[in-house]
């Protein structure tokens, strides 16, 4: 059987690069290319740090696109300061990697998603973990893709808890609702891995000394980078306990989707000011048949952790 084509669209910080290093060391998947986002970090920062990772990993034939700089509505994006205390003011917890030997690729992020979907159709897997401009301005640009792209598996929003911005708003709806709502209203088949269930995906400086005990360059910087994230969740009290495997649980999802139980619905993002990113079901589309968003609402968070660090640990001792 052909193995499915991913591409990660990615604002890098510590759980982007989590999840590029689960992508790599799926088995049952190749990583054609990140589109590189806002959020965590500037545009610029964040494909320099998938550039950076990808070479740390020895995935130098992984091509890197930019993405749009900044939200849709507005003109401008300025990093958050929560975002540099959590990720580090270089957004892979301050980890000093060398610089890239490669440059970003000259086509545009937005016409990567085009040319793939037109290429690859139903078996091109799509995982934004940061705001969804990019895939909202290739929907924009070519309505087409819609119907021909397998499957979106995002990371963002909550549905049966809180929001980590506001009470309803996920950071990276928050980041651009109206975008994120062009995508959860179009006919693509989504996935949604919210707060729901990443927060109970916990990962500790138990996991961590195992890859640091490795001795190779990639387990010694991602236990760094890693325990800068757990360090921050514990600080500035997000969670004592761990830090929430955010991105790389939608990559996992994306491949076995039997890690979470979900909830079939119609989705919308509100985007005006009152509850605006909030992430909800449509009621006028209650009795509509066949809705687009299954949405993660609990997750086999043993199973899901066993793989992640079988997967990982076997690409680090390798790099």
């Known amino acids: 059987m052909a193995k499915k084509k991913m591409i990660l669209d990615l604002d890098t910080g510590v759980d982007d690069a989590l999840a590029i290093a689960y992508a790599v060391a799926a088995p049952d998947v190749d990583l054609i290319g990140i589109v590189a986002s806002y959020g965590n970090n500037l545009l610029d920062v964040c ?7 990808l070479e740390l990993l020895g995935q130098t034939d992984v ?15 300025e990093v958050m300061q929560v975002s540099l205390d959590i990720h580090g003011n270089n957004g892979i917890g301050d980890v000093d990697l060398p610089k890239p030997q490669r440059a970003v690729e000259k086509l545009s992020g937005v016409d990567f998603y085009i040319q793939a979907a037109h290429q690859y159709g139903q078996d091109l897997i799509i995982i934004p973990t940061g705001p969804m401009t990019n895939l909202a301005a290739a929907l924009e ?15 963002g929003g909550a549905l049966t808890v809180e929001g980590n911005v506001t009470d309803v708003a996920e950071a ?11 995508v959860l209203t179009s006919s693509l088949p989504l996935t949604m891995v919210g707060l729901d269930v990443t927060l109970r995906t916990l990962l500790t400086k138990q996991e961590t000394a195992q890859w640091r005990a490795l001795g190779t360059k990639a387990g010694q ?9 757990i360090d921050a969740y514990y600080n500035l009290g997000i969670d004592k306990n761990g830090c929430a495997l955010h991105d790389p649980l939608a990559v996992g999802v994306s491949l076995d989707p039997s890690f979470v139980q979900t909830l079939s619905l119609f989705m919308k993002v509100i985007y005006d000011d009152h509850n605006y990113a909030r992430t909800i079901g449509d009621k006028d589309k209650l009795n509509d048949p066949n809705p687009n968003v299954k949405v993660a609402i609990t997750v086999d968070k043993e199973r899901y952790l066993a793989t992640f660090m079988n997967y990982l640990t076997q690409l680090f001792k390798e790099h």
């Open 221 to 229: 910087a991602y236990a760094d980078l890693t325990d800068f994230y």
């Open 63 to 77: 091509p890197v696109y930019k993405g749009l700089p900044h939200a849709s509505t507005s003109d401008h994006f």
């Open 141 to 155: 640009k070519d309505p087409e893709i819609a119907d021909l792209i397998g499957n979106v598996t995002f990371m």
């Open 47 to 53: 494909a320099e740090n998938s550039l950076k990772l």
């Open 172 to 182: 990276n709806i928050n980041q651009d609702a109206k975008a994120a709502n062009t």
